[in-house]
């Protein structure tokens, strides 16, 4: 998830935690969480065991901080080409995640 500021696109990608933990307890996906209902939710040391694997490896933050973790990654597989899936609430966010890397890409 790219947004504008690295908290903004945390606060975008808030749902995701929830979202995982849904599948994983074999509950079947819920609906993407807003950064609000995610807020709401409780979590027990549990949860919060059972997604911390899938919300490491996210690569949440500005244009530059995913760009830089897109690099490395990069770097480190020798990767010809990289896949970028964005997961949000919004659709605009959505929208907005990828213009932005694909012009800070542009510009390295």
Do not use: C
């Amino acid at each position: 998830m790219i947004a504008d500021s690295d908290e903004e696109a945390t606060e975008l990608a808030s749902g995701y935690a929830p979202w995982v933990r849904s599948i994983r307890r074999g509950e079947g996906a819920i609906p993407f969480p807003t950064p609000t209902e995610a807020a709401a939710l409780e979590w027990t040391d549990d949860d919060r065991d059972l997604v911390r694997d899938r919300v490491l490896t996210q690569f949440v933050g500005s244009p530059t901080t995913v760009a830089d973790q897109l690099e490395q990654l990069r770097d480190a597989t020798g990767a010809s080409e990289i896949a970028i899936t964005t997961i949000t609430h919004d659709h605009e966010a959505r929208v907005r995640s990828y213009e932005l890397i694909a012009k800070e890409w542009a510009n390295r």
